[in-house]
C-alpha cells in the first residue's frame, strides 16, 4: 500500500510556544490530506480537511489561528499549533488521499504531543 | 447526523477461533466501507474495502461482508492468533471524501 510519514513521532513543548508537524506522501502525490485527533481509547475527530493549493476546510469547534494547516505540496501537509496549552496535549494523525490509492485512504504514524 | 456504531467496545477470544465484529451505521448510504486495524498509540493501518455493490471481500484470513439493505458489515478473522489483537475501526466513505469512523472494537486473542 501507499506510504504516508508523520514527523515528529512524538514532541514536548513548553505552554506558550508553537510546534509544526508534517505530513507526507512517500510514493504518491496526495490531493487531499485530512488532520484527526485521537484521544485515548477514543475514536479519531476529523479536525480539518486540505487540498492542494487551496485553504483548509475546519470542522466546526476546531479553531482554525490555533490549528494552522498548510498543504502546499503534492506530497506534504503541516499543521501548526500555535501558542500551545496542556489541553492541546493528544495524539495527532494526518491521512492522505491521491487519484492513484483508488478510494483508500491511508494514515500516518501518528504524532504525541505534549504541552508542558 | 451519521452514526456509526460498533458491536462491542472489546472482545475476547481464543486463539484458533474465528473472530466477528459488526458495523452498524444510520442516515447514510456510503459507496466504500472500509477496515482498518489500530495498535495503541500508532496510526490506523488500511485492511480492507468493499464496494456498495459487492457483497464480501477477502484477503488472506480476513473477510468482510456488506449489507447496504440492513446497514451493515460484518468483518471476520479466521484462525485467530495473538497478534491480531488491536483495535479494529470501521469506517464509512473514501477517496477525496472523508471518512466516518465508528467506535472501534478492542480484539484481544488469547493464547
Known amino acids: 500500500g501507499a506510504v504516508v510519514s508523520q514527523h515528529p513521532s512524538r514532541v514536548i513543548c513548553k505552554s506558550g510556544t508553537s510546534v509544526k508537524i508534517e505530513c507526507r506522501s512517500l510514493d504518491f502525490q496526495a490531493t487531499t490530506m485530512f488532520w484527526y485527533r485521537q484521544f485515548p481509547k477514543k475514536s479519531l475527530m476529523l479536525m480539518a480537511t486540505?487540498?492542494?493549493?487551496?485553504?483548509?476546510?475546519?470542522e466546526q469547534g476546531v479553531e482554525k489561528d490555533k490549528f494552522l494547516i498548510n498543504h502546499a505540496s503534492l506530497t506534504l501537509s503541516t499543521l501548526t499549533v500555535t501558542s500551545a496549552h496542556p489541553e492541546d496535549s493528544s495524539f495527532y494523525i494526518c491521512?492522505?488521499?491521491?487519484?492513484?490509492?483508488?478510494?483508500?485512504?491511508?494514515f500516518g504514524e501518528g504524532s504525541w504531543l505534549t504541552v508542558v | 447526523s451519521q452514526k456509526i456504531e460498533q458491536n462491542s467496545e472489546a472482545l475476547n477470544i481464543q486463539e484458533g477461533k474465528t473472530a466477528t465484529l459488526t458495523c452498524n451505521y444510520t442516515n447514510y448510504s456510503p459507496a466504500y466501507l472500509q477496515w482498518y486495524r489500530q495498535d495503541p498509540g500508532r496510526g490506523p493501518v488500511f485492511l480492507l474495502l468493499?464496494?456498495?455493490?459487492?457483497k464480501e471481500k477477502r484477503k488472506e484470513r480476513l473477510k468482510v461482508t456488506f449489507d447496504t439493505t440492513l446497514k451493515q458489515s460484518l468483518f471476520h478473522i479466521t484462525a485467530s492468533q495473538p497478534a491480531d489483537s488491536a483495535t479494529y475501526l470501521c469506517?464509512?466513505?473514501?477517496?477525496?471524501?472523508?471518512?466516518?469512523f465508528g467506535t472501534g472494537t478492542r480484539l484481544t486473542v488469547i493464547p
Open positions: 469506517a464509512l466513505g473514501g477517496g477525496a471524501n472523508n471518512l466516518f
Open positions: 486540505s487540498n492542494e493549493g487551496s485553504k483548509a476546510t475546519y
Open positions: 491521512s492522505a488521499w491521491g487519484r492513484n490509492t483508488g478510494n483508500t485512504i491511508y
Open positions: 468493499i464496494r456498495e455493490n459487492e
